[in-house]
Every structure is written in structure tokens, then in C-alpha cells.
């Protein structure tokens, strides 16, 4: 007649992380990451990124939000802020940061400056930071 033993309290904890991370690596102490297992999780961070940047892109294609043209002409490179498919960065014109920019608003918002709005406010921005420039 088999018996069933009453699982101990570490093989119950055991059984459990063995279902939560059914693969487990190299035994390391609570906290720390194997190398590979660091490499995966920046792999999978680094892909989702490269995703948002694409969807971003492509969400622009053939109809550009009249905020990203404006921060492209006046030379402050807008790109994909990656960690949505709809943000997007740029320089803020004082160079030293990143200002956001949101294509669905047609809105900038850099809170290094504490300054938002439209393509006019954006223009206005850039502008005053060049009559600055020309000061010094
Ligand atoms: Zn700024």
C-alpha cells in the first residue's frame, strides 16, 4: 500500500518556483541574473523597442503630424521614442536633452524647460533660444 508523504514546506516552495520559471539555470542568490538570462531580458527589451520605433514610423508614413515636420526642419532630428508605438523624441532646441513629442496631439512637451504646446509654441521656443544664442 503506498503512502503519501506530506510534501515539506521547501519542496512545496520548490514545486512552486519550478512552475513559475519551469526552465531554472545556475543556482544564484536571490536578486542576481545568470549572463544568460540578463542577454534574453535586454534582447527582448531591445526587440520591443525596435518594434515600437517601426510601428512609430509607420503610423507617420504619408501623413506626417505637422509637429514632427516642424522639429525636423528646424534641424532637432525627431525620432521614435520607443517604449510605445506612438511616442516620439527629439532635441530640445536648448540641445542639452530630449524633448517628447506627441504625433496624435500635435504637442511637444519638454519638462527640463517646463514647456508644451503646439508647432507654433515649438517655433516660438526655438526661435527664443536663438535670439539667446546670438546674445552671448
Ligand atoms: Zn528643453
Not at 84 to 90: E, L
Request: with cysteine; net charge positive.
Amino acid at each position: 500500500m503506498a503512502t503519501r508523504l506530506k510534501p515539506s514546506r521547501s519542496r512545496l516552495t520548490t514545486n512552486l518556483a519550478n512552475r513559475l520559471w519551469p526552465t531554472p539555470t545556475t543556482a544564484y542568490l536571490p536578486g542576481l541574473l545568470a549572463s544568460a538570462e540578463l542577454s534574453d531580458i535586454v534582447r527582448a527589451v531591445t526587440e520591443e523597442l525596435e518594434r515600437n520605433a517601426l510601428a512609430a514610423e509607420a503610423a507617420q508614413r504619408g501623413h506626417e503630424a505637422s509637429i514632427l515636420k516642424l522639429a525636423r526642419e528646424l534641424g532637432l532630428n525627431p525620432r521614435p521614442a520607443g517604449h510605445n508605438d506612438s511616442a516620439w523624441i527629439a532635441d530640445c532646441p536648448r540641445r542639452s536633452h530630449t524633448l517628447m513629442l506627441s504625433p496624435s496631439l500635435n504637442e511637444l512637451g519638454c519638462g527640463y524647460c517646463r514647456r508644451k504646446g503646439g508647432p507654433a509654441e515649438l517655433e516660438a521656443f526655438a526661435d527664443h533660444v536663438k535670439s539667446l544664442r546670438r546674445k552671448v
